[in-house]
């Protein structure tokens, strides 16, 4: 049974609330409802119980594609290959509610999917449905084929599906989605306990494919955004017209966060008390305030402490996080570094998605979102590190990784500092 998503996360990351009673496709609560929030960029998520893609048998085949289980699996990354073409996608009834989201799009882009294997008292369920898009299942298909090393850290795609094929009981709700095609991807949330810290993190100098640089449209709503920001920022002609075009717009928005300078940028936190405003991650401008945000925001508390004793468990809690993730980073740089795709394709636009068990120890970091990733033209090569500029592809992934190791190194200083002196 396949629910629809009221919010999103990144497009991979999501929670489940209370059942209801639909069988069909449902609307979701809108996202980060304090009193229930528990966690969608441009991404995707895992689910409480460890349901993941090895317990799927629904889906088409995907021709040609050996099963793929990688060492070390993280939670959430299945291990088969689907099954046979024309298996239907079961109905089931019982439905869940979004109930948190870090950052991403709303609306039918992402649904809830649960699998044959999903008991109708699953709180997460083991996949979603994302909209169909050609370039990231090509990704998918691409590196499952040749057993790239990143599949270790990414969802598992299992196939793609037609609307029709997912919706169970013919009321029409079908009709209220603009997406008729879906990919199905394992939840990254597999393994994780209720209501996970979730962060995305854009990764890359940029966030715009060059083929953006020729188109000339005139955007209104991207100008008024702009203005929103930085009255100053808009050229005479801009000011004149009220409008400016989608490249512009991303340019100046790349220029005026981390992700120009360090090649990262924190698009949302979340987690059980709320979530991080935009105002306050867009004014972070070095490693050490970037450092500072992660402390304040993610890391995990450890639950509720009325005593020195449970304080100083909370507090070693967060270290041990914070190393742990920081170990998972630098194993993620080496990994990218010798992935085959990563190597011949100029990736723009992919978040890493960090997520942590409230009460730990459980946290994991994946890569999410592959919309925008494009092979690199025939004779050139790059090496994800080199400035960009018109026509040479780069893209800044590693220097975001490098930073991003430099700022989990602070993170842990400041872990370990605030557990030395006793505080939380």
């Known amino acids: 049974m396949v629910q629809r998503l009221g919010c999103c996360l990144p497009h991979h990351l999501w929670r489940g609330g209370a059942p209801a009673d639909s069988s069909h496709l449902a609307p979701g609560r809108p996202c980060l409802e304090a009193a229930d929030a528990a966690l969608e960029a441009g991404g995707l998520f895992a689910a409480e119980g460890a349901s993941d893609a090895r317990r799927s048998g629904e889906g088409r085949p995907l021709p040609g594609l050996p099963p793929h289980v990688p060492a070390g699996e993280a939670a959430g990354h299945g291990g088969s290959s689907p099954s046979r073409a024309g298996s239907p996608a079961p109905a089931r009834a019982g ?51 040749n057993g790239d090393s990143l599949l270790r850290f990414t969802p598992k795609y299992c196939g793609d599906f037609e609307l029709d094929e997912l919706v169970a009981g013919g009321d029409g709700s079908a009709e209220l989605l603009p ?46 955004r702009m203005v929103g920001l930085d009255p100053s920022a808009p050229t005479p002609e801009e000011h004149r017209v009220q409008a400016c075009t ?46 500072q945000c992660i402390v304040r925001y993610f890391l995990p508390a450890g639950g509720c402490w009325e005593d020195e ?18 170990d998972q980073l630098k194993d993620l740089r080496t990994t990218v570094s010798s992935s085959q795709f990563v190597r011949t394709h100029s ?30 033209p025939p004779g050139q090569s790059i090496d994800h590190r ?25 993170v842990v200083v400041f872990a370990e500092d605030a557990a030395k002196h006793g505080r939380k």
């Open 95 to 145: 439905s869940k509610k979004l109930t948190m989201q870090a950052a991403g799009h709303g609306g039918g882009a992402l649904l809830k999917h649960y699998g044959s294997r999903d008991g109708l008292d699953c709180e997460v369920p083991s996949f979603v449905m994302k909209a169909y898009d050609e370039v990231e299942a090509c990704a998918y298909r691409e590196m499952e084929q």
């Open 179 to 224: 997406q008729r095609r879906y990919m199905k991807l394992s939840n990254l949330l597999s393994g994780f306990h209720r209501r996970p810290h979730v962060m995305d993190c854009k990764i890359g100098c940029r966030s715009f494919k060059e083929s953006e640089i020729a188109k000339q449209a005139l955007r209104g709503d991207l100008y008024q």
């Open 347 to 376: 990736i723009v636009g992919s978040s890493l998605l960090f997520i942590a068990d409230a009460e730990g120890p459980g946290c994991s970091v994946h890569v999410i979102d592959f919309a925008n990733a494009v092979p690199v």
């Open 309 to 326: 004793a449970s304080a100083t468990a909370a507090s070693q809690l967060r270290v041990r996080i914070a190393r742990d993730l920081l």
């Open 386 to 410: 080199g400035p960009w500029k018109p026509g040479n592809h780069e893209d800044g992934i590693l220097t975001g990784i490098d930073n991003l190791i430099r700022c989990w190194e602070e």
């Open 246 to 291: 989608k490249h512009r717009w991303m340019d100046f928005n790349d220029s005026a966060t981390t992700l120009r300078s360090l090649g990262f940028r924190i698009d949302g936190i979340a987690h059980t008390s709320g979530k991080a405003s935009g105002a306050e991650l867009r004014g972070q401008r070095t490693l050490r305030q970037v450092a």
